[in-house]
């Protein structure tokens, strides 16, 4: 941990929450009926991104919770991602040395076009939409957050999926020279990061390919350039700074699940009537929210599918979700 470099995000980086409030409400006032069609083509694109850059964003067609959203500090600086170090300070801390820009990754596997993609002209074939997620990490903390992404369906039809495509397995990046977690003795799991979802889950349009939040590009911390957002399942399935789309008949394994089995399922969907091994899932500490930013946040009831059942729980008919966990 000492070879860790000093922080590197300094605060005039940092948006307020109301900046962001005040740019949604214009675009809303605006945009009520707009289409992506609408938006010039040279705005859509995004030639050139970088870190914490403005992006053209369209209403999303998921409406937002009515819970109040979790400011961008908090959810910039309260961070699960293990390249960076496992504390929660790590990621915003250390991250300062990844260079995410210009970034490409592939779909390949069971498909008919596996292809290389850059990111940038990713973003300008989809229109990037607002979708506010309430996320609720396996650790019993919650927020909620406004994601800018694409549906993960319309990027894994670009490589024109085969019939015995019944997975869709992820990969994270490994670049120890400049992701500290990467390095050193003490390594918290095996590199690269991986993660997995059924194809009829990958395909939910509740399922995004996240590419900003608050109107913005991901900072490091939270992912650049792109990560996986699933809210109805624990964070830990929400893959950061994906390189690799990989469509398979096999169930693909997940980082958590081969580090502890007995603790961490492949379905992970958020449910209150399955404990965790160590503690129970049945409350969350929303962060923010009545407290610090580390500890004293309230405890409030967690809701089966992180309150997304009736979107989701069509998926997992017949299926024992104890045993599935
Ligand atoms: N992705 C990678 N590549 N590495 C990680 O360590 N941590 C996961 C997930 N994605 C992780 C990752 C876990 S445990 C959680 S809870 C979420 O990221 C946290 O996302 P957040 O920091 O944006 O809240």
């Known amino acids: ?106 779909i390949g596997g069971l498909v008919n076009k596996p292809q290389t993609v850059d990111i940038d002209t990713l973003l300008t074939k989809f229109p990037l939409e607002d979708r506010i997620y309430r996320m609720r990490c396996v650790e019993a903390w919650s927020m909620v957050i406004p994601w800018v992404g694409i549906p993960l369906s319309s990027i894994i039809d670009l490589a024109d999926p085969q019939g015995s495509a019944k997975y869709v397995a992820f990969e994270g990046v490994v670049r120890p020279k400049e992701m500290p977690g990467q390095r050193g003795f003490a390594q918290p799991m095996p590199w690269p990061y991986l993660e997995g979802l059924r194809i009829d889950e990958a395909r939910h349009p509740l399922t995004i390919i996240a590419v900003g939040l608050y109107g913005k590009t991901l900072l490091n911390q939270s992912g650049a350039p792109m990560r996986l957002v699933v809210p109805w399942k624990y964070g830990f399935k929400g893959i950061k700074s994906i390189t690799k789309i990989t469509l398979t008949e096999e169930q693909p394994q997940n980082s958590w699940n081969l580090l502890a089995p007995h603790e961490y399922g492949f379905y992970a969907n958020v449910n209150p009537d399955v404990p965790h091994p160590r503690w129970s899932q049945a409350t969350e500490q929303r962060i923010g929210e009545g407290g610090g930013l580390f500890g004293g946040a309230k405890r409030i009831p967690t809701e089966m599918f992180n309150g997304y059942g009736d979107e989701v729980a069509s998926l997992y008919a017949g299926m024992d979700l104890k045993a599935n966990y």
Not at 15 to 32: C, F, I, S, V
Not at 64 to 75: G, L, R
């Open 1 to 106: 941990m000492s070879a860790y470099k000093p922080p590197h995000i300094p605060a005039s980086e940092i948006t307020p929450e109301t900046t962001w409030l005040k740019r949604r409400t214009l675009m809303a006032g605006l945009a009520a009926g707009a289409t992506f069609a609408a938006l010039p083509k040279a705005e859509a694109a995004a030639p050139g991104l970088s870190e914490g850059m403005e992006l053209k964003t369209v209403p999303g067609p998921i409406p937002a919770p009515s819970d109040k959203e979790t400011s961008f500090e908090d959810v910039t600086h309260y961070n699960n991602f293990y390249e960076f170090g496992t504390g929660k300070s790590d990621p915003f801390k250390y991250s300062e040395d990844f260079k995410p820009y210009p970034w490409t990754f592939e």
